[in-house]
């Protein structure tokens, strides 16, 4: 059973890097089929979602985050990052990982989450 | 800016009926892009409920279905259950905005 956990730093300070990885088990990597997803929840809000990568590297990046966002991948490690550069307390919410079906889909399954505060 | 719009609550008595709207545009479910629906229990991730408009991944009971019409999408719940208690989700792709978009969520709340 495909399974997906979140890693990083529960808190950043204002104006750093957010960083997040998320390593996958129980399944292929490697597959053409699927993307890598990021989404995050902000308190309150609504689910955003951030970005998608393939295992060959290509991406997908949300508009509106598209300057601050870098995505990759490590396939050795069945692994893939998110990066988020100029950190603010806007960017505090519930950070999921998800594997993206097709080129157009559907995001399943996901990691449990984890939280990452921005505040000094 | 393209939204998925959805009721903010729904309730209903167990073993009654309810369904969830999810209302968008000629940008995304307007666009024949197919909608997804997940169900978010308290404290933990989502969960896929419904695919392609219509479909349940394998092990989700057909208490639940999904139908599209036009920009429009809903979910259905029938016979309700406590352990239905959650918030919903439904989701799309957006073609102006070029991402995917989640409507804002509906808390289900079971009398």
């Known amino acids: 059973q495909l399974q997906l956990q979140e890693s990083g730093p529960g808190l950043v300070k204002p104006s750093e890097t957010l960083s997040l990885t998320c390593t996958v088990s129980?399944?292929?990597?490697?597959?053409?089929?699927?993307?890598w997803a990021w989404i995050r929840q902000p308190p309150g809000k609504r689910l955003e979602w951030i970005g998608s990568?393939?295992?060959?590297?290509?991406?997908y990046y949300s508009p509106p985050l598209k300057s601050r966002i870098t995505m990759s991948v490590d396939t050795s490690r069945k692994q893939f990052s998110l990066k988020l550069t100029s950190a603010s307390a806007a960017d505090t919410a519930l950070y999921f990982c998800?594997?993206?079906?097709?080129?157009?889909?559907?995001?399943?399954?996901w990691g449990q989450g984890t939280l990452v505060s921005v505040s000094s | 800016q393209s939204v998925l719009t959805q009721p903010p609550s729904v309730s209903g008595a167990p073993g009654q009926r309810v369904t969830i709207s999810c209302t968008g545009s000629?940008?995304?479910?307007?666009?024949?892009?197919?909608v997804q629906w997940y169900q978010q229990l308290p404290g933990t991730a989502p969960k896929l409920l419904i695919f392609?408009?219509?479909n349940r991944p394998s092990g989700v009971p057909d208490r639940f279905s999904g139908s599209r019409s036009g920009a429009s999408a809903s979910l259905a719940i029938t016979g309700l259950q406590a352990e239905d208690e959650a918030d919903y989700y439904c989701?799309?792709?957006?073609?102006?905005?070029?991402?995917?978009?989640f409507g804002g969520g509906t808390k289900l709340t079971v009398l």
């Open positions: 392609g408009n219509t």
């Open positions: 000629t940008a995304n479910i307007g666009a024949n892009y197919d």
């Open positions: 989701q799309t792709f957006d073609n102006s905005l070029t991402v995917w978009l």
């Open positions: 990568v393939h295992y060959s590297g290509s991406t």
């Open positions: 998800a594997r993206l079906e097709g080129s157009i889909g559907w995001f399943d399954p």
């Open positions: 129980g399944g292929s990597f490697n597959s053409g089929s699927y993307f």
